[in-house]
T-cell receptor
Framework: KAGVTQTPRYLIKTRGQQVTLSCSPISGHRSVSWYQQTPGQGLQFLFEYFSETQRNKGNFPGRFSGRQFSNSRSEMNVSTLELGDSALYLC????????????FGAGSRLTVL | GENVEQHPSTLSVQEGDSAVIKCTYSDSASNYFPWYKQELGKGPQLIIDIRSNVGEKKDQRIAVTLNKTAKHFSLHITETQPEDSAVYFC????????FGQGTILTVHP
């Protein structure tokens, strides 16, 4: 059974650019959550999607957005990149929304120069 | 919202010793408490979890205890091995997971 797949694994962008990250959940999982991981802030919740609808949202500016497709695959987008957006972006999937077991992908490492 | 405090931030033990990591949470509505292990270059991996209707759960060398009244829960690893070295995160959830800051566990051979 394939795990959670995130692409790309590594990317480098410059300030002001935008980036799109992709996440393919475990087959049958309908919920996808996104987290930002940095050394200083730890794991911070970005948002959760379930059945193509955003169910929860963390305290991030509007530059961070996401969406989910009918096949449960999800993308997140960060516009007007800042140096502080450099982080590991983790996607996790689960069967249902809410307090359920999350299975994480390996993450997408974003570096903003 | 939920706030999760995790201690210690670093923990160094000798192989064979026990390791204990403690977390407190603020939201009494939280009812799900997982623990994740993250190795270098990988995403967090669930190692054990407990729900609020249970006080203790054990899986081989790993155990978790939950005190709902005091709003704290702990991870216990017995007979530690070098491969247990990693970053461990606790989390609490009612509708979304809020993570602690992590504990870097180092097990010396």
């Amino acid at each position: 059974k394939a795990g959670v797949t995130q692409t790309p694994r590594y990317l480098i962008k410059t300030r002001g650019q935008q980036v799109t990250l992709s996440c393919s959940p475990i087959s049958g999982h309908r919920s996808v959550s996104w987290y930002q991981q940095t050394p200083g802030q730890g794991l911070q919740f970005l948002f959760e999607y379930f059945s193509e609808t955003q169910r929860n949202k963390g305290n991030f500016p509007g530059r961070f957005s996401g969406r989910q497709f009918s096949n449960s695959r999800s993308e997140m987008n960060v516009s007007t990149l800042e140096l502080g957006d450099s982080a590991l972006y983790l996607c996790a999937s689960s069967l249902q929304s809410g307090a359920n077991v999350l299975t994480f992908g390996a993450g997408s490492r974003l570096t903003v120069l | 919202g939920e706030n999760v405090e995790q201690h210690p931030s670093t923990l160094s033990v000798q192989e064979g010793d026990s390791a204990v990591i403690k977390c407190t949470y603020s939201d009494s509505a939280s009812n799900y408490f997982p623990w994740y292990k993250q190795e270098l270059g990988k995403g967090p991996q669930l190692i054990i979890d407990i729900r609020s209707n249970v006080g203790e759960k054990k899986d081989q060398r790993i155990a978790v205890t939950l005190n709902k009244t005091a709003k704290h829960f702990s991870l216990h690893i017995t007979e530690t091995q070098p491969e247990d070295s990693a970053v461990y995160f606790c989390a609490a959830s009612s509708m979304k997971l809020t993570f602690g800051q992590g504990t870097i566990l180092t097990v010396h051979p």
